[in-house]
């Protein structure tokens, strides 16, 4: 296994595709049949019918080519970008719920296989009721605050279309269908109205993933949801937070270099080479004229300084003092 870290950026890549077109096609089989259901047309509907008749054969092969494990790997993500093209290509009550079944029913074969079902068994989850209940009534309660505080001309909020014994996939499809009205209604209004596009925004972004459950907004499926694992979306926020620290840390050490080579500027040519131990002596400019000598298992001695590195002291010297020279000419300047 690769563990470097390109290594494990292609296996979160490789996660993230497999878990989307998983979610993708749930939600497609939840979607009601419209007129022309399961008559795939078009390049991407050859490209998945293609690529689940060669699937079997690819894998099989691989697997006989001493368990050849990450080309496997590699096959399932292409046919989860394959299937993932075609979803993006049809609308999902025109999608062959059929085709789509055969492909996740390989997806399952080989992470089965794979030895992957146990680890995504204990990354299991249900959408649970309660919560999503819950998690509605807070999110109706807000839009509607947000709509009383900065009224849409001409809208009303619809009603949230659920009780205690409703199933929980209909209360899902009840607050996305509120959030797309008045969603919709929001980026209409002029000017658009922020404070409830915010509301919006924040169940889509952090209250429904933690549920399960992710939104799109953009493209043929806005307005639909998909189930999403709310353990692989915790650690992928816990990822995305451990980058952003990183991030900042590695601006404020850039930030500090910076600062200590300008403040390295500001000394003189003739003290720029004393505070290094590796010196030893000096002319009356400061440019070292000896320096250490070690050799291993022997005390420290002295010798005189390289002609080569002699030289780069002295560029460098002069560079300080053309550099400490323009500091002090932009200083007078200033005053």
Same mark, same amino acid.
């Given at each position: 296994?690769?563990?470097?870290?390109?290594?494990?950026?292609?296996?979160?890549?490789?996660?993230?595709?497999?878990?989307?077109?998983?979610?993708?096609?749930?939600?497609?089989?939840?979607?009601?049949?419209?007129?022309?259901?399961?008559?795939?047309?078009?390049?991407?509907?050859?490209?998945?019918?293609?690529?689940?008749?060669?699937?079997?054969?690819?894998?099989?092969?691989?697997?006989?080519?001493?368990?050849?494990?990450?080309?496997?790997?590699?096959?399932?993500?292409?046919?989860?970008?394959?299937?993932?093209?075609?979803?993006?290509?049809?609308?999902?009550?025109?999608?062959?719920?059929?085709?789509?079944?055969?492909?996740?029913?390989?997806?399952?074969?080989?992470?089965?296989?794979?030895?992957?079902?146990?680890?995504?068994?204990?990354?299991?989850?249900?959408? &649970?009721?309660?919560?999503?209940?819950? *998690? $509605?009534? !807070?999110?109706? /309660?807000?839009?509607? +605050?947000?709509? %009383? #505080?900065?009224?849409?001309?001409?809208?009303?909020?619809?009603?949230?279309?659920?009780?205690?014994?409703?199933?929980?996939?209909?209360?899902?499809?009840?607050?996305?269908?509120?959030?797309?009205?008045?969603?919709?209604?929001?980026?209409?209004?002029?000017?658009?109205?922020?404070?409830?596009?915010?509301?919006?925004?924040?169940?889509?972004?952090?209250?429904?993933?933690?549920?399960?459950?992710?939104?799109?907004?953009?493209?043929?499926?806005?307005?639909?949801?998909?189930?999403?694992?709310?353990?692989?979306?915790?650690?992928?926020?816990?990822?995305?937070? &451990?980058?952003?620290?990183?991030?900042? *840390? $590695?601006? !404020?050490?850039? /930030?500090?270099?910076? +600062?200590?080579? %300008? #403040?390295?500027?500001?000394?003189?040519?003739?003290?720029?080479?004393?505070?290094?131990?590796?010196?030893?002596?000096?002319?009356?400019?400061?440019?070292?004229?000896?320096?250490?000598?070690?050799?291993?298992?022997?005390?420290?001695?002295?010798?005189?300084?390289?002609?080569?590195?002699?030289?780069?002291?002295?560029?460098?010297?002069?560079?300080?003092?053309?550099?400490?020279?323009?500091?002090?000419?932009?200083?007078?300047?200033?005053?």
């Amino acid at each position: 296994m690769d563990y470097s870290d390109e290594g494990m950026e292609r296996a979160i890549a490789l996660d993230r595709v497999l878990s989307n077109f998983r979610a993708s096609v749930q939600s497609v089989l939840r979607t009601p049949a419209s007129e022309g259901d399961a008559t795939p047309a078009g390049e991407e509907a050859s490209a998945l019918a293609g690529a689940i008749d060669a699937y079997e054969a690819k894998v099989d092969a691989l697997f006989r080519d001493d368990f050849d494990y990450p080309s496997v790997l590699l096959v399932l993500m292409d046919l989860a970008k394959t299937g993932n093209a075609y979803l993006t290509a049809t609308a999902p009550g025109q999608a062959d719920k059929a085709m789509l079944t055969q492909a996740v029913a390989h997806f399952d074969r080989t992470m089965d296989v794979l030895g992957l079902s146990a680890a995504q068994e204990a990354d299991k989850y249900t959408l &649970e009721p309660a919560k999503i209940s819950s *998690a $509605a009534t !807070a999110f109706h /309660a807000d839009i509607a +605050a947000a709509l %009383e #505080a900065s009224p849409i001309e001409g809208y009303t909020l619809p009603a949230l279309e659920m009780t205690e014994d409703t199933p929980v996939h209909d209360m899902v499809d009840a607050v996305v269908s509120v959030r797309q009205a008045v969603r919709e209604a929001a980026l209409a209004a002029t000017p658009k109205a922020k404070a409830v596009l915010a509301v919006c925004d924040a169940v889509r972004n952090h209250v429904l993933p933690e549920l399960g459950i992710r939104i799109e907004d953009s493209g043929k499926e806005a307005g639909t949801w998909k189930e999403a694992n709310p353990h692989v979306w915790a650690r992928e926020q816990r990822r995305q937070r &451990e980058f952003e620290a990183a991030k900042k *840390a $590695a601006k !404020a050490e850039a /930030a500090l270099r910076k +600062a200590e080579r %300008e #403040a390295a500027k500001c000394v003189p040519p003739q003290q720029m080479f004393r505070a290094d131990p590796k010196w030893t002596q000096f002319n009356e400019d400061g440019i070292p004229t000896h320096q250490v000598k070690k050799v291993e298992g022997e005390p420290d001695t002295e010798e005189v300084v390289p002609k080569s590195a002699a030289k780069k002291l002295l560029k460098q010297w002069k560079l300080r003092e053309k550099q400490l020279a323009k500091l002090q000419a932009k200083l007078n300047a200033n005053k």
